[in-house]
């Protein structure tokens, strides 16, 4: 074979051994030639998807901290909002807060009732921020006041002055170690302790 005009002799040594095609078989210069193009393209391409994959584990790793850090103090104001709703709920502080001498029994119970609804559906929205384990215990906290109310109220007549029905509540729920909503609110503060400790 003749050599090109642009090949010169032992310029290179590849296509000096490879020029000859009397002696070398076609596949064999195709290897010799595409071999090293295959192993560079292959460890770039190696290279480069290892370089984009950290890259993407970085930016997510500092897209979920600054979420953190912007979502901290909404996290933390919907904890103290529940920890507020505990304890506008809780017995002692609302039998006080709701009680009024003009009212009967009845009137009584459906006041304090309706304040456990109308503060939990205010607060409804905080459970985006808190966990499902203590968004449930608010919930059960709540439920169980509202059946313990009843309850009291259940065996008074409904006409009579409201101060019986505080009273049947109060002796009802001393027999409790613990109200549900004091239950609930140490829950709470665990969680939050965890959060900020």
């Known amino acids: 074979m003749k050599a090109l005009p642009w090949f010169k002799k032992g310029a290179i040594p590849i296509f ?9 078989e076609i596949w064999e210069l195709l290897l010799v030639l595409l071999l090293p193009a295959l192993v560079v393209a292959s460890m770039t391409w190696y290279l480069v998807g290892r370089f984009l994959q950290r890259e993407t ?13 912007d979502l901290m ?9 529940l920890a507020l709703y505990l304890e506008r709920i809780s ?3 609302m039998l006080i807060s709701q009680y009024d001498t003009d009212l009967t029994v009845a009137e ?15 607060n409804f ?11 449930t215990v608010i919930r059960n906290a709540k439920e169980e006041l509202s059946r313990q109310i ?3 109220a259940a065996g008074l007549d409904p ?3 409201a101060h019986l029905l505080s009273k049947q509540l109060f002796d009802d729920l001393l027999g409790k170690e613990e109200f549900a909503t004091q239950r609930a609110l140490n829950i709470l503060k665990a969680e939050v302790g965890k959060i900020l400790g």
């Open 16 to 24: 000096a051994a490879t020029m000859n095609m009397e002696n070398v």
């Open 108 to 122: 009584f119970k459906v006041r304090m009732l309706e304040m456990i609804r109308t503060e939990f559906e205010h």
């Open 150 to 152: 009843n309850a009291s």
């Open 57 to 69: 584990t970085l930016k997510t790793l500092e897209l979920a901290a600054s979420n953190r850090k």
């Open 159 to 161: 006409a009579a002055p």
């Open 73 to 81: 103090p909404l996290r933390l104001q919907a904890y103290e909002r």
């Open 91 to 93: 017995p002692n502080v």
């Open 125 to 135: 929205a905080q459970q985006i921020y808190v966990t499902v384990p203590l968004w």
